[in-house]
C-alpha cells in the first residue's frame, strides 16, 4: 500500500497520560499536515511540515501538543498530560510541492479516547 | 476571516434521486477548492478539485460540482445516488501549499 499510514489506529488512554501518534506519508511528498476532527466537525488543521522544518502551527497546538519530522519523512504527534477534550480524531495528510496545486492525501486517522 | 460554511447538517435522499450539497467559502483570494468524502471509521477520500478552467468539474463516483466565483459557491451534485453513496461529504478550501479549511460537513442518508 502506498498511501498514507497512521499508527495507531486507535487509543485509550487515561487522562494525564501521555501518547504518541505515528504517521508515515506517502513517499516522494515532502509536505505533511496534521488535523483535528472531533465529532460531528470537519478536520481543523494543527500544522504542517514541509521536509523537517515545522512551517506553521495552529492556535489550536496548545503547549502540551508537539510534532516532529526529524527526517523528512514519517512524523511523531505527541500530546503530553492528556485531557479529555483531546478526544478525537488525528488525521495525517500529505503533498508534494511540484505539484501546482494543494492536494493533500488523508491518511486512515488515529482516535484518541481520555477516559 | 476566511471561512467555509456549508449550510446543510443533514441530507436525506431517495435512492435513485438526484443530490446537491452546498458550499460557500470566504477567502480574500479565490482558493483551490475541494470535495471530500468520509464513511463511517475512515479517512478522506478526495472526490474532486477545482483550480482554474472550466467551472464544472468531473470526479469520481459519478459526482460533479461547478464553481460560482460570483455567488463565491462550489456545489457538488450527482444525477442518481446510490445507497452506498451515504457517508458525510466535506467541502474543503485552501491556498497552494497551505492547510485546507474544511466545512463542518453535510451527512447525507440514502433511503430506499
Known amino acids: 500500500d502506498t498511501g498514507v499510514s497512521q499508527n495507531p489506529r486507535h487509543k485509550i488512554t487515561k487522562r494525564g497520560q501521555n501518547v504518541t501518534f505515528r504517521c508515515d506519508p506517502i513517499?516522494?511528498?515532502?509536505?505533511l499536515y496534521w488535523y483535528r476532527q472531533t465529532l460531528g466537525q470537519g478536520p481543523e488543521f494543527l500544522t504542517y511540515?514541509?521536509?523537517?522544518?515545522?512551517?506553521?502551527k495552529s492556535r489550536l497546538l496548545s503547549d502540551r501538543f508537539s510534532a516532529e519530522r526529524p527526517k523528512g519523512s514519517f512524523s511523531t504527534l505527541e500530546i503530553q498530560r492528556t485531557e479529555q477534550g483531546d478526544s478525537a480524531m488525528y488525521l495525517c495528510?500529505?503533498?508534494?510541492?511540484?505539484?501546482?496545486?494543494?492536494?493533500?492525501?488523508f491518511g486512515p486517522g488515529t482516535r484518541l479516547t481520555v477516559l | 476571516a476566511q471561512s467555509v460554511t456549508q449550510p446543510d447538517i443533514h441530507i436525506t435522499v431517495s435512492e435513485g434521486a438526484s443530490l446537491e450539497l452546498r458550499c460557500n467559502y470566504s477567502?480574500?483570494?479565490?482558493?483551490?477548492l475541494f470535495w471530500y468524502v468520509q464513511s463511517p471509521g475512515q479517512g478522506l477520500q478526495l472526490l474532486l478539485k477545482?483550480?482554474?478552467?472550466?467551472?464544472l468539474v468531473q470526479g469520481i463516483k459519478g459526482f460533479e460540482a461547478e464553481f460560482k466565483r460570483s455567488q463565491s459557491s462550489f456545489n457538488l451534485r450527482k444525477p442518481s445516488v446510490h445507497w452506498s453513496d451515504a457517508a458525510e461529504y466535506f467541502c474543503?478550501?485552501?491556498?497552494?501549499?497551505?492547510?485546507?479549511?474544511f466545512g463542518k460537513g453535510t451527512s447525507l442518508l440514502v433511503t430506499p
Open positions: 495528510a500529505s503533498s508534494h510541492t511540484s505539484a501546482n496545486y494543494n492536494e493533500q492525501f
Open positions: 474543503a478550501v485552501g491556498l497552494p501549499g497551505y492547510a485546507l479549511n
Open positions: 477545482y483550480f482554474s478552467g472550466d467551472t
Open positions: 513517499s516522494e511528498h515532502n509536505r
Open positions: 511540515f514541509q521536509n523537517e522544518a515545522q512551517l506553521e
Open positions: 477567502y480574500g483570494a479565490t482558493p483551490y
